[in-house]
């Protein structure tokens, strides 16, 4: 039996980050070898996630805390994908009434956008745990007033140890709901994210790939978008997940150092 994944062909790979390189504040088993295997490999690299609420140094420093060592530059977050969606709109200078956290409100400053509880040119929505009636009441007058609306990301519920509580796109719902506009999301599995992400490495379709756990994003979104991707056993989605899913990733594996074992196979062969 061959193995049909494109391993030499692969010159840069998406990687996102829960399920994949940790699990709460764990890291898994080989995920600093990875880092270090494609570092070695000179495959270029970007950590992608949906997760908009923190900066990226923030993320650096969590990641270093469980021993995962990456440069500011190798993340790439739904926030930093917003920011980034809006600059190539003409956003740069206009005014932006932001329902989110650190991670999004820093994001969009860097791209030029100016934050806003007045008049606004956009609304911005993402998770924000602090997010009250009146912000909510404000968002939806704005948009209703004609500014265009985004959304970081889709993800309307996240997991807790208590169960699953409203996500981004449950905040965004609410606006949705009130105004019956719909916003422009940009989060995974939105091309876009996958798009931005690939722009910002200068790499191609045919040389990329995307790995991930979870079938409904990372893997649908990289199979709208042509990307080859890997699936590891090691977050959301199961075998038997895969059994009962129309999405079929290019390539499982139980866990990274099983992935790792295949890649240097390839490479040698
Ligand atoms: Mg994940």
Same mark, same amino acid.
């Given at each position: 039996m061959t193995d049909p994944f494109p391993f030499p062909r692969i010159r840069a790979i998406l990687i996102d980050l829960d399920g994949v390189l940790f699990r709460g504040n764990t890291a898994?088993?080989?995920?600093? %070898?990875?880092?270090?295997?494609?570092? *070695?490999?000179?495959?270029?690299?970007? =950590? +992608?996630?949906?997760?908009?609420? /923190? $900066?990226?140094?923030?993320?650096?420093?969590?990641?270093?805390?469980?021993?995962?060592?990456?440069?500011?530059?190798?993340?790439?977050?739904?926030?930093?994908?917003?920011?980034?969606?809006?600059?190539?709109?003409?956003?740069?200078? %206009?005014?932006?009434?932001?329902?989110? *956290?650190d991670g999004?409100?820093?994001? =969009? +400053?860097?791209?030029?956008?100016? /934050? $806003?509880?007045?008049?606004?040119?956009?609304?911005?929505?993402?998770?924000?745990?602090?997010?009250?009636?009146d912000r909510l009441a404000r968002a939806a007058l704005a948009v209703e007033a004609g500014a265009r609306f985004v959304g970081s990301n889709p993800d309307v519920s996240f997991p807790t140890e208590a169960g699953l509580v409203p996500g981004a796109g449950a905040l965004q719902a609410v606006i949705s709901a009130t105004t019956g506009v719909d916003p422009v999301v940009v989060g995974k599995p939105q091309p876009l994210m996958f798009e931005l992400a690939m722009e910002q490495l200068g790499s191609i379709r045919e040389s990329t790939a995307m790995l991930g756990d979870r079938l409904d994003t990372d893997i649908q979104g990289a199979q709208a978008v042509g990307l080859a991707s890997i699936m590891v056993l090691t977050g959301v989605s199961t075998r038997s997940d895969?059994?009962?899913?129309?999405?079929?990733?290019?390539?499982?594996?139980?866990?990274?150092?099983?992935?790792?074992?295949?890649?240097?196979?390839?490479?040698?062969?």
């Open positions: 898994l088993p080989a995920a600093s %070898d990875f880092i270090q295997f494609l570092r *070695e490999q000179g495959i270029a690299f970007r =950590l +992608i996630t949906n997760n908009a609420t /923190l $900066t990226p140094s923030q993320y650096v420093a969590k990641l270093h805390s469980i021993g995962i060592l990456i440069e500011v530059e190798e993340l790439f977050t739904s926030a930093l994908a917003t920011g980034l969606y809006m600059k190539q709109q003409g956003a740069s200078g %206009d005014s932006a009434y932001v329902i989110g *956290e999004l409100r820093s994001a =969009l +400053i860097e791209s030029g956008v100016r /934050l $806003t509880d007045g008049d606004a040119d956009w609304v911005v929505v993402g998770l924000d745990r602090q997010v009250t009636y895969l059994e009962h899913s129309a999405v079929q990733p290019t390539l499982v594996v139980d866990d990274l150092p099983v992935l790792i074992g295949l890649w240097k196979k390839a490479l040698e062969a």
